[in-house]
């Protein structure tokens, strides 16, 4: 009997008690999302009421009114879609043919390169913003989209090239080689053969989600002005009058 017992006691347990923990994290994680989400549909004195309520009492949009027609918020989605869209394009396309050609590449050269970027990914963007910011003045690419999307690409591509390249190594050579017996040239194997093998690696490397650190962080280099304070006096020659910011225009 009590062999039984011990048998019974060291039994995983039961699936219904397992659910349970794993909803009550699911619902730990997803409630700040809630918390956030009802909070728009309710009145300021609702918001910091004590004890605080889960559901409004008087619901209203209000605060949805407010964002869109003051606070512009549609120009701030805008900037991000025209930032965000163009750094995902290139940091795939050219993070993923730079991760291929290293690694096929037999040389020491490509240490060295790994090496080198992450060298460059320990410098934080405040001490790359100044260089970046005479580069792009040389070549008049201030008050633009442009030099952000440069900019934040220069960060997101070096973070594809480091986590790609492995994923490349893991794709069978004799598929590669195959694919060359048929006829095939080199760009139509990473075309054809290689990059439908890479879908999941390249949705892991999306940077969609990264380009809103760097961009706010490189935004100084197109347009420094919003950043001083109001007592402060930039010198004419850093930044251009003449040339309007398209960031900052209304939509």
């Known amino acids: 009997m009590s062999a039984r017992r011990r048998a019974t ?29 009802v909070s728009g549909f309710k009145t300021t004195a609702e918001i910091f009421a004590n004890p605080p309520t889960l559901v409004p009492h008087a619901p209203t949009l209000e605060s949805f009114r407010f964002i869109f027609e003051r606070e512009n ?9 025209m ?22 590449l037999k040389t020491p050269l490509v240490s060295v390169a790994l090496v080198i970027i992450l060298m460059l990914q320990v410098f934080p963007e405040a001490l790359l913003a100044t260089p970046m910011f005479i580069i792009f003045r040389v070549f008049d690419m201030l008050n633009g989209f442009g030099a952000v999307i440069l900019a934040t690409t220069s960060r997101t591509l070096a973070f594809a090239l480091i986590v790609l390249r492995p994923m490349f190594r893991q794709v069978p050579i004799e598929l590669e080689e195959a694919s060359l017996v048929d ?26 989600r990264r380009p809103t650190r760097p961009s706010r962080a ?3 280099v197109v347009r420094p ?26 939509p």
């Open 83 to 104: 930032i965000a869209v163009p750094v995902t394009a290139l940091t795939l396309m050219l993070g993923a043919m730079g991760a291929y050609a290293m690694s096929r």
């Open 9 to 37: 006691s060291l039994l995983p347990p039961r699936r219904w008690q397992l659910s349970l923990i794993g909803s009550l994290f699911v619902i730990a994680y997803l409630f700040p999302i809630y918390w956030m989400f």
């Open 183 to 208: 006829g095939c040239t080199m760009f139509q194997t990473f075309w054809r053969i290689v990059l439908p093998l890479m879908q999941v690696p390249l949705i892991v490397t999306d940077p969609v």
């Open 218 to 220: 490189f935004r100084v």
């Open 225 to 250: 002005e919003p950043f001083l304070p109001r007592s402060a006096t930039i010198s004419p020659r850093l930044t251009s009058k003449s040339t309007p910011c398209r960031m900052c225009d209304s």
């Open 73 to 81: 918020v549609l120009r701030y989605l805008r900037n991000s879609l």
